[in-house]
């Protein structure tokens, strides 16, 4: 009875360690979340919908107009490009050449093919991330430095699956919770099978009954100890007994 009791006590102990445990490792999957979301959030606010690339590349094109046999482009707008270390072009929808550009690098070519076009704007122009905007007279490019923005070349995303993420998503977390409740349960398991004998050998030293441990396992230093107690009472007994 008195075992039984003290292995109540253990196993409330134990599972109050391990509940812990894993309601540190939830907190901590939910504040990385939170982190992961204020980074983004800051990022964002860096990079504002208005500064956004497509953006600045649409009020350029808007921006800029002919006048007489060359282009012009407001000096606000102008200012703004250089600011952002932005270099701009415009090429001309008939001969693929380009007709106006500011801060071009003397890497760019001059002259482009359809392919040409498509390809920039979908990715990179000799390093560069370049975004694109229509205008009445060709096509506006502008381009980043190197390095400052990830393009993906295929950014499609098919409508099934964004329908079927959020399901998804449900369902590997649900996987992790049934996972970890499974993990739980084994190593709450384990460790009651190891401190069982323990708690026997404890009883029974209170009891002044001789005990014999195995001595294996990760408490074994624990079992070495009581054996050891448990000797020591025992032979003081054997020697009164022979006297």
Same mark, same amino acid.
């Given at each position: 009875?008195?075992?039984?009791?003290?292995?109540?006590?253990?196993?409330?102990?134990?599972?109050?360690?391990?509940?812990?445990?894993?309601?540190?490792?939830?907190?901590?999957?939910?504040?990385?979340?939170?982190?992961?979301? &204020? !980074?983004?959030?800051?990022?964002?606010?860096?990079?504002?919908?208005? @500064?956004?690339? !497509?953006? *600045?590349?649409? /009020?350029?094109?808007?921006?800029?107009?002919? @006048? +007489?046999?060359?282009?012009?482009?407001?000096?606000?707008?102008? /200012?703004?490009?250089?600011?952002?270390? #932005? !270099?701009?072009?415009?090429?001309? @929808?008939?001969?693929?050449?380009?007709? !106006?550009?500011?801060?071009?690098? +003397?890497?760019?070519?001059? /002259?482009? =093919?359809?392919?040409?076009?498509?390809?920039? =704007?979908?990715?990179?122009?000799? +390093?560069?991330? /370049?975004?694109?905007?229509?205008?009445?007279?060709?096509?506006? #490019?502008?381009?980043?430095?190197?390095?400052?923005?990830?393009?993906?070349?295929?950014? $499609?995303?098919? $409508?099934?699956? *964004?329908?079927? &993420?959020?399901?998804?998503?449900?369902?590997?977390?649900?996987?992790?919770?049934?996972? &970890?409740?499974?993990?739980?349960?084994?190593?709450?398991?384990?460790?009651?099978?190891? %401190?069982?004998?323990? %708690?026997? +050998?404890? $009883?029974?030293?209170?009891?002044?009954?001789?005990?014999?441990?195995?001595?294996?396992?990760?408490?074994?230093?624990?079992?070495?100890?009581? @054996?050891?107690?448990?000797?020591?009472?025992?032979?003081?007994?054997?020697?009164? =007994?022979?006297?």
């Amino acid at each position: 009875m008195r075992e039984a009791r003290m292995m109540e006590r253990v196993k409330k102990f134990i599972s109050h360690n391990l509940l812990t445990f894993v309601l540190c490792g939830a907190v901590l999957v939910v504040f990385n979340l939170f982190l992961f979301f &204020l !980074w983004g959030e800051g990022i964002a606010r860096n990079d504002s919908v208005q @500064n956004t690339p !497509w953006v *600045l590349a649409d /009020t350029t094109a808007a921006a800029l107009h002919r @006048n +007489g046999t060359r282009y012009v482009i407001s000096a606000s707008q102008e /200012t703004d490009l250089h600011k952002k270390h #932005v !270099w701009a072009m415009l090429i001309d @929808n008939h001969t693929g050449s380009v007709v !106006w550009s500011t801060a071009l690098p +003397g890497e760019i070519p001059r /002259t482009y =093919s359809l392919s040409d076009v498509a390809e920039m =704007s979908r990715s990179y122009l000799k +390093g560069y991330p /370049t975004f694109t905007s229509p205008h009445k007279d060709g096509l506006v #490019v502008l381009g980043y430095r190197k390095n400052s923005y990830f393009k993906l070349p295929r950014n $499609n995303l098919n $409508n099934a699956f *964004l329908a079927n &993420l959020p399901p998804f998503l449900i369902l590997i977390f649900l996987c992790d919770g049934f996972l &970890l409740f499974f993990m739980y349960i084994l190593i709450k398991r384990k460790f009651v099978q190891a %401190v069982r004998p323990l %708690v026997r +050998g404890l $009883n029974a030293l209170r009891e002044k009954q001789p005990v014999h441990l195995q001595e294996t396992g990760p408490l074994a230093h624990l079992a070495a100890a009581i @054996n050891q107690v448990s000797d020591r009472l025992v032979k003081p007994d054997k020697t009164d =007994s022979g006297e």
